[in-house]
């Protein structure tokens, strides 16, 4: 736009004399207030989040649940990237597949239908130390628990077991001292898988895509809470709700993300992770986008929120 003096051509010429030079424009469209909060895609404030410092010691390990019973969602795109922006950070990150289906450990490169030992094997008391199961990643400082489909059958054969929605705290108890954090992929469901992952939890985030039906679930997701704090856990905390396949050009995305902030408030990460074709690039290329596409927005947003969430666990 260019900047002029007199008035704009549909504003009706000055009735007065007309050798007069015409006034500025008071209305003029105003550059904006000198000082106006930066808002962010969620129609807040946005933060600046700090540069975490870094450790000097390390663990004991919270225990994250990425949680959500609706597949598809971004649960394992967030665990793996999440987890690798974590390590980045120079903390030490442990992720475990708790879904039979194996993406996590897809996405990492690992082989899940060729395993030796599998998380599943833990589960079922198979193999007794996890560092057998333990598997490094091509990122620094990230490990996994490796899953397979056989992990479906310990759903049903779990269910005699004595302590049977305790299986994961007692399979990571051992190694929670060497961990910072330990992010645990859930199944899209809320079976007893995904119950001995909120018992094992001292958090959770839930990944929402931002469409219409999104919080549909959102309700039965909370009973499930409820009941697992009242009887199994009574510390789990909802560490925050993460908005997923955003896409800011559409009003129907931006319509589901102020709902979200509506109903759950700063429950809701500032950080909003953005649909783009480089998240399924990566899983097929095996590594987190943060190291596949390094500057990419998805990678930038991903180390936003490991600073968003490590801000958080600091402050409560
Ligand atoms: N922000 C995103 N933009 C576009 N595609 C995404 C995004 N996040 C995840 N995906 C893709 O969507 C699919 C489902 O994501 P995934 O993380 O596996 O969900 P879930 O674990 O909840 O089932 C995958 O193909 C993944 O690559
Ligand atoms: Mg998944």
Request: proline share 9%.
């Amino acid at each position: 736009m260019t900047e002029t003096t007199s008035a704009p051509a549909a504003e009706p010429a000055a009735p007065t004399t007309a050798a007069m030079p015409a006034p500025a424009p008071s209305a003029a469209p105003a550059p904006g207030p000198a000082i106006a909060p930066v808002l962010g895609p969620t129609g807040r404030p946005l933060p600046s989040f700090p540069e975490p410092p870094a450790l000097v010691d390390h663990g004991p390990a919270r225990v994250v649940a990425l949680c959500n019973q609706k597949g598809g969602v971004g649960k394992t795109t967030t665990t793996i990237n999440l987890g690798a922006a974590l390590a980045e950070c120079g903390r030490r990150v442990l992720l475990v597949d708790f879904d039979p289906q194996g993406a996590l450990s897809v996405g990492l490169g690992i082989d899940a239908h060729n395993l030796d030992r599998s998380v599943y094997d833990l589960v079922m008391g198979h193999v007794g130390h996890v560092e057998d199961v333990l598997t490094k990643t091509n990122v620094p400082g990230l490990d996994l628990l490796p899953s397979s489909i056989d992990l479906s059958a310990a759903e049903i054969q779990l269910v005699p077991e004595v302590g049977r929605e305790h299986a994961l705290q007692r399979i990571l108890r051992p190694v929670l001292g060497d961990y910072d954090v330990v992010l645990v992929d859930c199944q899209p469901s809320l079976g007893l898988l995904t119950v001995n992952a909120l018992t094992a939890a001292h958090g959770l985030i839930v990944p929402l895509e931002c469409e219409y039906f999104a919080l549909r679930g959102v309700a039965l997701l909370q009973e499930t809470i409820e009941k697992v704090r009242e009887r199994l856990n009574e510390g789990l905390q909802i560490d925050g709700l993460l908005a997923t396949m955003y896409d800011g050009r559409t009003v129907h995305s931006r319509e589901v993300l102020a709902r979200l902030v509506d109903a759950f408030g700063d429950k809701v990460f500032h950080t909003v992770i953005s649909r783009t074709v480089r998240f399924p690039e990566t899983t097929v290329a095996g590594v987190p986008i943060i190291v596949h596409a390094p500057n990419s927005p998805g990678a930038t947003a991903y180390r936003q929120l490991a600073r968003e969430v490590l801000a958080r666990w600091d402050g409560g």
